[in-house]
Protein backbone atom coordinates (compact mmCIF):
# COMPACT_ATOMS: atom_id res chain seq x y z
CA UNK A 1 0.00 0.00 0.00
CA UNK A 2 1.64 3.15 -0.37
CA UNK A 3 2.00 5.68 1.99
CA UNK A 4 2.96 9.70 2.06
CA UNK A 5 4.47 11.50 4.79
CA UNK A 6 2.89 15.17 5.14
CA UNK A 7 5.95 17.85 6.54
CA UNK A 8 3.83 20.99 7.41
CA UNK A 9 2.36 22.95 10.40
CA UNK A 10 -0.65 22.18 12.35
CA UNK A 11 -3.20 24.59 12.86
CA UNK A 12 -5.35 24.35 16.23
CA UNK A 13 -8.12 26.26 14.73
CA UNK A 14 -8.82 25.97 10.77
CA UNK A 15 -9.33 22.75 8.26
CA UNK A 16 -5.95 24.08 6.67
CA UNK A 17 -2.82 22.04 5.86
CA UNK A 18 -2.65 18.78 7.51
CA UNK A 19 -5.93 19.04 8.61
CA UNK A 20 -7.60 19.70 5.37
CA UNK A 21 -5.01 16.78 3.73
CA UNK A 22 -5.19 14.16 6.33
CA UNK A 23 -9.30 13.22 5.60
CA UNK A 24 -9.03 13.38 1.83
CA UNK A 25 -6.12 11.10 1.31
CA UNK A 26 -7.68 9.06 4.07
CA UNK A 27 -10.60 8.68 1.94
CA UNK A 28 -8.83 8.72 -1.36
CA UNK A 29 -6.87 5.30 -0.25
CA UNK A 30 -3.70 6.76 0.67
CA UNK A 31 -2.04 6.61 4.79
CA UNK A 32 -0.48 9.55 5.78
CA UNK A 33 1.98 10.27 8.62
CA UNK A 34 2.78 13.30 9.66
CA UNK A 35 5.97 15.55 10.52
CA UNK A 36 4.82 18.87 12.23
CA UNK A 37 6.43 22.23 11.37
CA UNK A 38 4.88 24.30 13.84
CA UNK A 39 1.43 24.12 15.66
CA UNK A 40 -0.15 27.51 15.30
CA UNK A 41 -2.80 28.44 16.75
CA UNK A 42 -5.35 29.62 14.14
CA UNK A 43 -5.09 30.12 10.28
CA UNK A 44 -2.61 33.16 10.21
CA UNK A 45 -5.94 35.58 8.12
CA UNK A 46 -7.65 36.19 11.37
CA UNK A 47 -4.67 38.55 12.20
CA UNK A 48 -3.15 37.48 16.21
CA UNK A 49 -1.88 33.93 16.30
CA UNK A 50 0.91 32.25 18.14
CA UNK A 51 2.77 29.26 16.99
CA UNK A 52 5.35 26.91 18.81
CA UNK A 53 8.40 25.69 16.64
CA UNK A 54 9.20 22.22 16.54
CA UNK A 55 12.30 22.14 15.09
CA UNK A 56 13.80 20.61 17.67
CA UNK A 57 11.02 17.73 17.80
CA UNK A 58 12.02 17.22 13.86
CA UNK A 59 15.50 17.46 14.63
CA UNK A 60 15.24 13.89 17.53
CA UNK A 61 12.34 12.14 15.21
CA UNK A 62 14.13 11.83 11.53
CA UNK A 63 16.47 9.68 13.05
CA UNK A 64 14.76 7.91 15.08
CA UNK A 65 12.17 7.08 11.69
CA UNK A 66 15.49 6.42 9.50
CA UNK A 67 16.84 3.88 12.56
CA UNK A 68 13.40 2.23 12.04
CA UNK A 69 13.41 1.99 8.67
CA UNK A 70 9.97 3.64 8.45
CA UNK A 71 9.79 4.18 4.81
CA UNK A 72 7.48 6.44 2.47
CA UNK A 73 6.69 6.51 -1.42
CA UNK A 74 6.01 10.42 -1.56
CA UNK A 75 6.62 13.35 0.70
CA UNK A 76 4.28 16.68 0.84
CA UNK A 77 6.37 19.23 2.53
CA UNK A 78 4.39 22.46 3.43
CA UNK A 79 5.36 25.56 5.35
CA UNK A 80 8.65 26.17 6.69
CA UNK A 81 9.66 28.46 10.08
CA UNK A 82 13.43 28.57 9.98
CA UNK A 83 16.20 28.32 7.82
CA UNK A 84 17.19 24.65 9.71
CA UNK A 85 14.01 23.30 9.38
CA UNK A 86 14.37 24.08 5.15
CA UNK A 87 17.83 22.53 5.47
CA UNK A 88 16.77 19.62 7.50
CA UNK A 89 13.84 19.03 5.46
CA UNK A 90 15.56 19.20 2.25
CA UNK A 91 18.27 16.98 3.60
CA UNK A 92 16.02 14.16 4.23
CA UNK A 93 13.99 14.95 0.73
CA UNK A 94 17.07 14.24 -1.19
CA UNK A 95 17.91 11.32 0.52
CA UNK A 96 14.54 9.59 0.29
CA UNK A 97 14.50 10.45 -3.30
CA UNK A 98 17.56 8.49 -3.89
CA UNK A 99 15.12 5.38 -3.19
CA UNK A 100 12.91 6.20 -4.93
CA UNK A 101 10.70 8.79 -2.90
CA UNK A 102 8.25 10.90 -4.55
CA UNK A 103 8.76 14.33 -3.54
CA UNK A 104 5.91 17.13 -3.67
CA UNK A 105 6.62 20.68 -2.16
CA UNK A 106 3.57 22.97 -1.62
CA UNK A 107 5.14 26.56 -1.05
CA UNK A 108 2.77 27.88 1.47
CA UNK A 109 3.29 31.58 1.30
CA UNK A 110 0.59 34.11 0.46
CA UNK A 111 -2.09 34.84 -2.18
CA UNK A 112 -3.59 37.36 -4.05
CA UNK A 113 -0.05 39.20 -4.62
CA UNK A 114 0.67 39.56 -1.13
CA UNK A 115 2.21 37.12 1.78
CA UNK A 116 0.92 36.13 4.77
CA UNK A 117 0.71 37.37 7.70
CA UNK A 118 3.72 36.47 9.73
CA UNK A 119 5.24 35.25 6.15
CA UNK A 120 8.81 37.85 4.63
CA UNK A 121 11.58 37.49 2.05
CA UNK A 122 13.17 35.02 4.08
CA UNK A 123 10.24 32.36 4.22
CA UNK A 124 10.63 33.16 0.19
CA UNK A 125 13.90 31.86 0.07
CA UNK A 126 13.72 29.16 2.17
CA UNK A 127 10.72 27.74 -0.10
CA UNK A 128 13.10 27.92 -3.06
CA UNK A 129 15.36 25.92 -1.45
CA UNK A 130 12.62 23.03 -1.10
CA UNK A 131 11.77 23.49 -4.62
CA UNK A 132 15.00 22.50 -5.71
CA UNK A 133 14.28 19.40 -4.27
CA UNK A 134 10.56 18.68 -5.58
CA UNK A 135 9.73 16.28 -8.49
CA UNK A 136 6.50 18.42 -8.65
CA UNK A 137 5.97 21.90 -7.10
CA UNK A 138 2.40 23.18 -6.49
CA UNK A 139 2.36 26.82 -5.91
CA UNK A 140 -0.51 29.25 -7.00
CA UNK A 141 0.20 32.21 -9.08
CA UNK A 142 1.16 34.32 -6.49
CA UNK A 143 3.78 31.69 -4.65
CA UNK A 144 5.09 31.01 -7.96
CA UNK A 145 6.11 34.97 -8.74
CA UNK A 146 7.49 34.97 -5.24
CA UNK A 147 9.46 31.96 -6.44
CA UNK A 148 10.98 33.33 -9.41
CA UNK A 149 11.34 36.60 -8.89
CA UNK A 150 8.88 38.41 -10.75
CA UNK A 151 6.23 40.92 -10.75
CA UNK A 152 2.71 39.71 -9.79
CA UNK A 153 0.30 41.07 -12.76
CA UNK A 154 -3.36 41.67 -11.38
CA UNK A 155 -4.70 41.00 -14.57
CA UNK A 156 -3.13 38.54 -15.46
CA UNK A 157 -0.69 37.06 -17.84
CA UNK A 158 0.08 35.84 -21.43
CA UNK A 159 0.02 32.12 -22.66
CA UNK A 160 4.14 32.88 -23.40
CA UNK A 161 4.50 34.77 -20.08
CA UNK A 162 2.66 31.58 -17.76
CA UNK A 163 5.12 29.71 -19.85
CA UNK A 164 8.02 31.57 -18.85
CA UNK A 165 6.96 31.51 -15.06
CA UNK A 166 6.65 27.60 -14.90
CA UNK A 167 10.18 27.44 -16.87
CA UNK A 168 11.46 30.02 -14.09
CA UNK A 169 10.10 27.36 -11.56
CA UNK A 170 11.83 24.39 -13.36
CA UNK A 171 14.98 26.41 -13.12
CA UNK A 172 15.39 26.67 -9.74
CA UNK A 173 14.91 22.61 -10.12
CA UNK A 174 11.26 21.38 -9.70
CA UNK A 175 11.10 18.29 -12.13
CA UNK A 176 7.63 19.84 -12.74
CA UNK A 177 5.09 21.94 -11.80
CA UNK A 178 1.74 23.46 -11.52
CA UNK A 179 0.36 26.84 -10.84
CA UNK A 180 -3.05 27.29 -9.71
CA UNK A 181 -5.17 30.35 -9.21
CA UNK A 182 -4.12 32.47 -12.59
CA UNK A 183 -5.69 34.41 -15.11
CA UNK A 184 -4.01 33.93 -18.37
CA UNK A 185 -5.50 35.60 -21.27
CA UNK A 186 -8.30 37.04 -19.59
CA UNK A 187 -9.65 33.42 -17.93
CA UNK A 188 -9.02 31.89 -15.10
CA UNK A 189 -7.08 28.70 -15.53
CA UNK A 190 -4.55 26.21 -13.80
CA UNK A 191 -1.24 25.67 -16.18
CA UNK A 192 1.19 23.19 -15.68
CA UNK A 193 4.81 22.03 -16.97
CA UNK A 194 4.98 17.83 -17.04
CA UNK A 195 9.12 16.65 -17.41
CA UNK A 196 10.32 14.41 -20.44
CA UNK A 197 9.77 10.42 -19.81
CA UNK A 198 13.81 10.57 -18.74
CA UNK A 199 13.72 13.53 -16.78
CA UNK A 200 10.36 13.30 -14.33
CA UNK A 201 11.76 10.92 -11.20
CA UNK A 202 9.95 9.52 -8.55
CA UNK A 203 7.03 6.78 -8.56
CA UNK A 204 4.69 8.51 -10.45
CA UNK A 205 3.54 9.38 -13.71
CA UNK A 206 4.31 13.07 -14.15
CA UNK A 207 5.48 13.02 -17.62
CA UNK A 208 2.12 13.52 -20.03
CA UNK A 209 0.11 10.51 -21.01
CA UNK A 210 0.54 10.85 -24.92
CA UNK A 211 -3.19 10.62 -24.97
CA UNK A 212 -3.59 13.92 -23.41
CA UNK A 213 -1.52 15.65 -26.02
CA UNK A 214 0.23 19.29 -24.77
CA UNK A 215 -0.74 23.02 -25.49
CA UNK A 216 2.01 25.72 -26.39
CA UNK A 217 5.22 23.27 -26.17
CA UNK A 218 7.95 24.19 -23.84
CA UNK A 219 11.71 24.34 -24.10
CA UNK A 220 13.31 20.80 -24.50
CA UNK A 221 10.97 17.60 -24.08
CA UNK A 222 8.80 19.84 -21.46
CA UNK A 223 4.74 19.66 -22.18
CA UNK A 224 3.16 22.83 -21.26
CA UNK A 225 -0.75 22.50 -20.20
CA UNK A 226 -3.72 24.54 -19.31
CA UNK A 227 -7.29 23.95 -17.96
CA UNK A 228 -10.09 26.74 -17.42
CA UNK A 229 -12.47 26.84 -14.51
CA UNK A 230 -15.18 29.31 -13.26
CA UNK A 231 -14.19 31.38 -11.09
CA UNK A 232 -16.34 31.39 -7.71
CA UNK A 233 -16.61 34.73 -5.67
CA UNK A 234 -14.96 35.00 -2.49
CA UNK A 235 -11.93 33.30 -0.96
CA UNK A 236 -12.19 30.08 1.18
CA UNK A 237 -8.51 29.22 3.37
CA UNK A 238 -7.34 26.00 2.69
CA UNK A 239 -8.69 25.58 -1.00
CA UNK A 240 -4.56 25.26 -2.11
CA UNK A 241 -4.35 22.15 0.18
CA UNK A 242 -7.74 20.78 -0.72
CA UNK A 243 -6.18 20.89 -4.29
CA UNK A 244 -2.99 19.28 -3.88
CA UNK A 245 -3.82 15.99 -1.69
CA UNK A 246 -6.58 15.03 -4.92
CA UNK A 247 -4.04 15.81 -7.09
CA UNK A 248 -1.32 14.11 -5.17
CA UNK A 249 -3.56 10.98 -4.19
CA UNK A 250 -4.28 11.11 -7.89
CA UNK A 251 -0.84 10.70 -8.94
CA UNK A 252 -0.15 8.24 -6.43
CA UNK A 253 -2.75 6.08 -7.68
CA UNK A 254 -0.91 5.99 -11.47
CA UNK A 255 -2.65 8.84 -12.98
CA UNK A 256 -1.20 11.33 -15.40
CA UNK A 257 -0.20 14.85 -13.95
CA UNK A 258 -3.00 17.06 -16.16
CA UNK A 259 -6.10 14.74 -15.53
CA UNK A 260 -5.54 14.22 -12.00
CA UNK A 261 -5.02 18.44 -12.05
CA UNK A 262 -8.49 18.33 -13.65
CA UNK A 263 -9.89 16.36 -10.94
CA UNK A 264 -8.42 18.25 -8.12
CA UNK A 265 -10.03 21.80 -9.82
CA UNK A 266 -13.48 20.06 -9.51
CA UNK A 267 -13.06 18.53 -6.56
CA UNK A 268 -12.13 22.21 -5.17
CA UNK A 269 -15.09 24.08 -6.98
CA UNK A 270 -17.89 21.38 -5.99
CA UNK A 271 -16.42 22.01 -1.74
CA UNK A 272 -16.52 26.00 -2.57
CA UNK A 273 -20.34 26.02 -4.18
CA UNK A 274 -21.61 23.85 -1.55
CA UNK A 275 -20.02 25.47 1.55
CA UNK A 276 -20.31 29.38 -0.04
CA UNK A 277 -23.05 30.66 2.36
CA UNK A 278 -20.37 29.89 5.30
CA UNK A 279 -19.85 33.34 6.85
CA UNK A 280 -16.32 32.25 8.62
CA UNK A 281 -14.37 31.59 5.72
CA UNK A 282 -10.73 32.29 7.30
CA UNK A 283 -11.37 28.89 9.15
CA UNK A 284 -11.44 26.83 5.72
CA UNK A 285 -13.97 23.89 4.25
CA UNK A 286 -15.13 21.65 6.70
CA UNK A 287 -13.90 18.30 4.79
CA UNK A 288 -15.27 15.60 6.79
CA UNK A 289 -18.65 16.76 5.67
CA UNK A 290 -17.76 16.93 2.16
CA UNK A 291 -15.86 13.56 1.18
CA UNK A 292 -18.65 12.42 -0.94
CA UNK A 293 -17.44 15.43 -3.30
CA UNK A 294 -14.06 13.47 -4.02
CA UNK A 295 -14.10 11.62 -6.79
Known sequence: MKQILLINDIAGYGK??????????????IPAFCLPTALVSNTLNYGEFTQLDTTEYMRRTLPIWQHLGFHFDAICTGLMFSEEQAKLVARFCREQAQTGCTIFVDPVMGDNGSLYNGIGQRQVELMRQMVSVAHLTIPNYTEACYLAGVQYKPKGMSHEEACQLLDRLTDI??????ITSCII??????????P??????????????PSEGGEYGGRGADTHFFLEYQMI???FHGTGDIFSAVLIAHLMKGEPLKQSTRKAM????AMIMRNRDVKDRMCGIFIERCLDLIQ
Open 16 to 29: VGMAAMLPILSYLG
Open 173 to 178: GARSAV
Open 185 to 194: EGKHQVCGTS
Open 196 to 209: GPSEGGGNYPLSPD
Open 233 to 235: PGL
Open 266 to 269: DVVS
